[in-house]
């Protein structure tokens, strides 16, 4: 029994130094952040503060795009590095060097990626120049609907590559015989797929799709650097929204929007925890 609390007592011990972290870093910004959210001029505003931004017209287009965003490009994410990973499966062997390219957009600075990505689309960029030599018109990437399917691009590309080795290292722990067993029945790919593969792999997608949430969340450095501090209104996000606040000096609606953005995420976060938990007791 002393053993058990010694241990006890050491695992705290090393554990510490986290929760001091993610105290000071996390939890008390946090509470900060709520405080404020809760404030005005020095003075108690209640809700006040979360009212004016949802009648505010640039925090709604940032919500809005903020949604489609999500929505749009974390399950094209996901299903594009599932049907990677499964043709990858169907190889014995994958080289370390194949596997290694994948991680490659990772690593990129992003600095080079928004050049690269300047250097092609802008207007006078080498697209817009082979279409202009084709007797086309310009064509506006950066300021027009165009600009919301690059930052999803951008994203698909930098985040694909870590989706895929995780999906299939889940995929390479499944047991053959289970699909075997289920081809000599007769069922289809699609069907061994949906029925047999997935509900298997759960864990690792709830991981993957955690992973992939967390990163759409942090693709402000891109869009940012691409578009500048006021970009056009479909790739105005609630990064950008809180960004402006705070050069603003605007702490009570910075903090709204901050606390209404960790709403979002947490929301989405529960949504697929509780879809997880279903599928295991449905096991």
């Known amino acids: ?117 300047q250097m092609l689309f802008n207007d006078y960029g080498v697209i817009n120049n082979i279409l202009n030599s084709l007797g086309f018109d310009t064509v506006h990437f950066f300021s027009s609907g165009f600009s919301m399917v690059m930052i999803i691009l951008i994203y698909i590309w930098k985040n694909c590559g870590f989706c895929v080795i995780l999906f299939t290292a889940g995929l390479a722990n499944l047991p053959k015989s289970v699909h075997e067993s289920a081809y000599l029945e007769g069922a289809s790919s699609f069907r061994t797929t949906v029925k047999i593969t997935l509900p298997l792999i759960t864990p690792t997608t709830f991981f993957v799709f955690l992973m992939a949430v967390i990163n759409s969340f942090r693709m402000f450095r891109e869009s940012f650097s691409l578009f500048g501090t006021y970009p056009n209104e479909n790739v105005y996000f609630l990064q950008n929204f809180i960004n402006n606040n705070y050069n603003n000096f605007n702490y009570s609606q910075l903090s709204s929007s901050a606390i209404v953005m960790s709403i979002i995420f947490i929301g989405i976060m529960l949504a697929f925890f509780m879809y997880e938990r279903k599928s295991d007791y449905l096991e």
């Open 1 to 117: 029994m002393k053993f058990e609390k010694k241990q006890t007592v050491w695992a705290y011990l090393f554990l510490l130094p986290s929760l001091i972290g993610i105290t000071v870093f996390y939890a008390v910004p946090y509470i900060m952040c709520i405080y404020n959210s809760l404030m005005s001029g020095g003075h108690f505003a209640g809700l006040d503060n979360y009212i004016a931004i949802f009648k505010n017209k640039s925090f709604l287009y940032a919500l809005k795009n903020t949604m489609i965003f999500t929505v749009v490009a974390i399950p094209l994410l996901m299903i594009i590095s599932f049907l990677i990973a499964q043709f990858l499966n169907s190889f014995e062997k994958i080289t370390s060097f194949f596997r290694s390219a994948y991680l490659m957009p990772i690593v990129i600075p992003a600095a080079s990626l928004i050049y690269i990505w």
